[in-house]
């Protein structure tokens, strides 16, 4: 006990002598939190993986959310992560090793959950009942909340997402409410309506990566069967890319190849946005150096080969990291 008693600031007791007795309760409940290490944050508990809801369009809406332990002072980053087709926000963290990680670097991390099979980012994936669901609403309208409740760092506020999940990165990317600074996509194209699409676009800044050998977003495009009736036309991988250069008005592209990575940058883009390519050599559909393989059970054909050497949450980390103004973007591949 003794030892614990030292390790409590010496603010508290003099804050609990000072107080009145109608306080004396809360302060004891504070002891108790501060000797048993159980340490809360606006509601959340620190160092813990866990799950909240978040009431949107007057439902109640699920996501993880992990506060790291021996946070600064000063605001921390945020990155939120989204699942693709059939996954769930818990799965998708496991995929990508991300709860590791955001300890390991200290930022908030987030994994809202779709009501659907996927996030309704325009290809009708999420399923005919959810159609109408506003999930870029509901994405900015919890990652503005979080913000605000945890002293989230607006300068470095990240989105990724993962196949459907990608899309729907894309989709939040048009959104002109949106706070998020920069977006990583990873195996998924852009979905939205064409209004959205021509809507005004600040100054963010994204990374694309896909596989060469995704045969659910061939390289080339072309119709991919979903089965239940739904084929999507998808766009080629260089389309998907260009549309945002295009958008961006971007006028300078740099190629370059490093290792397995194939990378098209374009460094002129207006209000200094920033946009690169990876087109990654041998990847299937997969989150590539993940630690869990939810594809184990289904043939190589449907979504290609597997692919370690490229590790996909340390690729996007670096490329958010160094974005202006605290660094120049990066050009090479960093294994870290």
């Not at 998708?92 to 099979?117: C, D, T, W």
């Not at 409410?177 to 996509?185: K, L």
Request: glycine share 10%; hydrophobic share 40%.
């Amino acid at each position: 006990m003794l030892i614990l008693l030292k390790r409590i600031p010496t603010q508290f007791f003099h804050s609990c002598h000072v107080a009145r007795q109608r306080a004396l309760p809360a302060c004891l409940a504070a002891l108790l939190l501060l000797l048993t290490g159980c340490h809360t944050l606006a509601g959340f508990r620190i160092g813990e993986l866990q799950e909240h809801t978040f009431t949107f369009d007057g439902q109640k809406r699920s996501y993880w959310i992990l506060i790291p332990e021996d946070l600064p002072d000063d605001p921390v980053p945020m990155l939120t992560v989204l699942h693709g087709t059939g996954g769930d926000a818990a799965g998708m963290l496991a995929m990508g090793n991300f709860e590791q990680h955001a300890r390991n670097n200290k930022y908030i991390l987030v994994a809202p959950q779709s009501l659907g099979r996927a996030f309704n980012e325009g290809s009708g994936r999420t399923g005919k009942e959810f159609l109408g669901v506003d999930d870029t609403g509901f994405i900015n309208a919890l990652n503005a909340f979080l913000l605000e409740r945890l002293n989230g760092d607006r300068k470095r506020n990240f989105l990724t997402g993962f196949s459907s999940g990608g899309a729907m990165t894309q989709r939040v990317a048009l959104s002109p409410d949106t706070a998020f600074v920069a977006f990583a996509p990873v195996s998924g194209h852009l979905w939205a309506p064409d209004e959205e699409q021509e809507q005004p676009l600040k100054a963010r800044h994204m990374l694309l990566i896909f596989g060469d050998s995704d045969p659910l977003n061939p390289l080339a495009g072309g119709p991919v069967n979903y089965g239940n009736g739904l084929v999507l036309d998808k766009p080629s991988q260089q389309a998907t890319a260009e549309g945002w250069a295009s958008r961006w008005q971007c006028s300078t592209r740099v190629t370059a190849q490093s290792d397995i990575v194939h990378l098209t940058s374009w460094n002129s883009c207006g209000n200094g946005k920033i946009l690169m390519y990876h087109k990654i050599e041998g990847l299937g559909h997969f989150w590539a150096g993940g630690t869990v393989n939810k594809y184990d059970n289904i043939p190589p054909e449907r979504v290609g080969p597997y692919q370690v050497r490229y590790i996909t949450t340390l690729v996007i980390w670096d490329f958010f990291t160094r974005l202006p103004p605290e660094r120049p973007p990066m050009l090479t591949i960093k294994r870290t």
